[in-house]
């Protein structure tokens, strides 16, 4: 009798466990990582603020999105990644912020099976393609792409030197990487190439050597408010050739902060900057607007492009998951890898900043849909005609 007892007994149990088990995880859990706080808030905070803009339900799973925010600082950031794997075991991580901070926990994503979605600029997180980088996908432009934008003004302008500076961090070794292999290519010779700290309160120095060696055009890659600084300061200077900038500039803080400094500057962009210049044939025109319009509403104001990679992100995942979901539960291991294998084969999805079509060697997928090469004219973005 006793052993009946203990079988119904444990009978019961697994059938509770059983019955249980989905109701008891039903739900897709996302981590994010911004930078709302610190040096690149000025590119964290619309970050943050569009996490409550994306769908809370898709597919047949509520969503919950878990935030942390890393002071810009690349070791909380690792921190804070750790956690969301950890202890909130997340089904995907959407960032961090910046460049370094994202280089800093690819290997953690890779351990633990976990998707990443880049919103930064360098192309280093996940170029070259390494079987660490599989796990990581980028919803801002590669460099190439936009360098490619730039590269091709300047030889319609004759630009046969160039002047370069760049943040002393990933996003500005890798433009002057990018840029310096395309330039050669096309005959400008780069004459300067200077370094600086996102948190620089000077950079005399490094604008003086590249006014020293009388560039044509001189290019700043650096992100946020960063991208300010080395152009203000060479406008001081006396510089009077042509700026460029890279997609780090395109927020609206780079108009105010800079002033009549920055204008005519020409940098590579999405469509966010020009929408009303855009045609209503471009595939991203309605969703970028739609996003636009629900930011507003919230935040009394324009989001930055960078709070579009995030709110893309979200467009990712949610066209990712119920693909996932076919094949195994939210979070368990084989889902995190159902769901990267999908993130993987997205195929012309439209999104904000562009047209996304990811492939096993590239986990970016912008084509020239999602560039557009703009100047700044009497204070405002404007389409280069």
Wanted: glycine share 10%.
């Amino acid at each position: 009798m006793k052993k009946l007892l203990t079988a119904a007994l444990l009978s019961g149990a697994a059938g509770i466990a059983l019955s249980g088990a989905p109701a008891a995880r039903a739900e897709v859990k996302i981590g994010v990582i911004t930078s709302a706080s610190g040096p690149i808030a000025l590119v964290g905070i619309p970050q943050k603020n569009s996490v409550a803009l994306m769908p809370k339900q898709i597919g047949d799973q509520p969503v919950r999105y878990i935030t942390l925010d890393d002071g810009s600082d690349p070791t909380a950031s690792v921190k804070a990644f750790k956690k969301l794997i950890d202890e909130e075991h997340v089904d995907a991580i959407i960032g961090p912020s910046g460049s370094p901070n994202a280089m800093g926990v690819i290997q953690f994503a890779a351990e633990s099976g976990t998707p990443m979605l880049a919103p930064v600029g360098t192309a280093a997180v996940v170029l070259p393609m390494t079987e660490q980088k599989k796990w990581v996908f980028k919803t801002t432009q590669n460099d190439d792409l936009i360098a490619q934008a730039l590269v091709e003004n300047m030889v319609k302008r004759g630009v046969k030197t160039l002047g370069f500076i760049g943040t002393a961090d990933p996003y500005g070794e890798n433009w002057s990487k990018v840029i310096g292999a395309l330039a050669e290519k096309n005959g400008i010779k780069v004459v300067a190439n200077e370094r600086f700290q996102r948190q620089d309160t000077s950079v005399t120095g490094q604008g003086l050597k590249i006014l020293m060696a009388r560039p044509d055009a001189v290019l700043v890659a650096a992100p946020g408010s960063s991208s300010v600084m080395p152009q203000t300061t060479l406008f001081d200077q006396g510089y009077k050739g042509q700026m460029y900038q890279t997609h780090g500039a395109a927020l609206d803080q780079f108009l105010q902060l800079g002033g009549k400094k920055v204008e005519g500057t020409i940098l590579a962009a999405s469509l966010m900057l020009v929408l009303d210049e855009t045609p209503d044939s471009h595939p991203s025109k309605a969703i970028a607007q739609h996003y636009i319009d629900a930011y507003k509403t919230a935040y009394g104001q324009t989001p930055a492009t960078f709070g579009a990679n995030v709110y893309d992100a979200g467009l990712l995942l949610e066209k990712a998951i119920p693909a996932a979901e076919q094949k195994a539960q939210p979070g368990t291991p084989a889902f995190r890898a159902a769901l990267r294998d999908a993130l993987e084969n997205t195929h012309e999805l439209a999104a904000t900043q562009g047209v996304y079509n990811m492939s096993v060697e590239d986990h970016s997928g912008f084509d020239t849909r999602g560039r557009e090469l703009i100047t700044v004219k009497d204070g405002h973005w404007a389409l280069l005609k």
